[in-house]
């Protein structure tokens, strides 16, 4: 545990904010389900006894806070979330983040189960194996059937680790749909600069030095991409994120891949201190992960066999401290920027559940690794066993 950044964080708070967002859906399941949420009991039967043969992960894009999303004032920000996916979830409401609050690094923490160190703003792989090369190596699994679609160049380490044991060769394919975009326009962004934007907090451009990145042009011919196809999308669309879920659903039909893991990231525009692209960028997410959800179902290779993650990859600040600037920033470690939480769904998942103790964002890959029968051995975390 990082003592300096985690100097802020109080469990109590933590516990606190877990009880309100199970209260906040009970108040919403009387009034518009059939059935009332329920808290977890390990008595109660799954569903199902299908199994999970294929996962999909999406991080909620950026963190938001309760207020915007699961309070009652904020539901109307993530009417799918609510009303659609959590009746058919199971749904933790205290996922802690004992970690370094910067998206690469904190993304890169849940996909190697592992607390990771580095600078957030280096162009580094993680340190610890992700459970791409879990999955791959233990199950002989091609690089064409793990993917991370991803939001900003600052991104195109994370499919891979540094670990001596796993590492080069074993990693998820990467596709950064901003660059992929870049490429196909020939450069010129102006066409599509509001698709461009990278990450709403780099400081500096990083360079890109280029070594395990296949090149654009192979990667879209992995992906069986036109181009031209791609670019006529983009010229559609109003976000970063809807680009990523195309490219999502696209590699869904083509490819069918086993296992995606997708970064949306549309949310962080908060740090531009406009509260209406905030709460539009929420609803956005909440509108990508139903489409999703929805994809898995109308397609045969996905439906029944499917799991589908959903968590942020961090919160952001309370209004009422005086470290942060509310919605706006993740700057203060505190509990509320630390307390997320997770909507797992999937054949032999329970439905219209809630696990109220506290776990921690790190248990996510020892549990998926459970789901693709892979040995997560360095991941830190531990199992969700309520999920399996
Ligand atoms: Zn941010």
Redesign the pocket.
Known sequence: MNRVALARYDPAVSNVQALNRRRFLQSVAKTGAASALMSFSPLRAATTTQHVEKVIVVTFG??ARDEETFAPEGQQYIPHLVGELIPQATFFTQVVNRGIL??YVATASLATGCYETFNNFAPVSPANPTIFEYYRRDRHRRASDAWVIAPSNGFNHIGESGHRIYGKGLGATVVLPKQLLEVANGNRGADYEHLLRD???SIVQLPSDGEHVISVHDLAELMQLSMTDFLAHARMIASPDELSLYIAQHLMQKIAPSFMWITLHDI?I??SGAFSLYTNAIQRSDRICADLWQSIQNNPEYKGKTALFILPDFG?DGDTDAGGNGFQ??RTGDALSRTTWIIALGPGIRENITADRPVESIDLVPTLAALLQCNARFAQGHLLHEVL
């Open positions: 950026g963190g910067g998206h990450n709403y907090e962080d908060a740090h952001r920033h993740h």
